[in-house]
Nanobody, 123 residues
């Protein structure tokens, strides 16, 4: 069930940066929810990338993106961001935003998803 709206994907050269955004649709709020990003590369399963707690106080990154990606949230705007720096070809994937009331469940099987945004990193 798609509830979130991602934007910001595109084509970038290796070493470049992109910022993804994830917003709740009009009339819907995810205040109080943990938020996260997953990605799915061609021919591979969807994988967890990063999560942030409901108040932004905690975050958790998969090892592959530590030091390069940063998740943040703007509660007033009901939006979550994923800043991606020093992008590599292996970061090429469709990136999905996710939301869940549980900080633990957001990392594995969140209840709410977006439709995905494509990121292509050319080498």
């Amino acid at each position: 069930q798609e509830q979130l709206v991602e934007s910001g994907g595109g084509l970038v050269q290796a070493g470049g940066s992109l910022r993804l955004s994830c917003a709740a649709p009009p009339g819907r709020t995810f205040v109080g929810y943990s938020m996260g990003w997953f990605r799915q590369a061609p021919g591979k399963d969807r994988e967890f990338v990063v999560a942030i707690s409901w108040n932004g106080g905690s975050s958790y990154y998969t090892d592959a993106v530590k030091g390069r990606f940063t998740i943040s949230r703007d509660t007033a705007k009901n939006t979550v961001y994923l800043q991606m720096n020093n992008l590599k070809s292996e970061d090429t994937a469709v990136y999905y935003c996710a939301a869940d009331p549980s900080y633990e469940r957001i990392k594995t099987r969140p209840n709410y998803w977006g439709q995905g945004t494509q990121v292509i990193v050319s080498s």
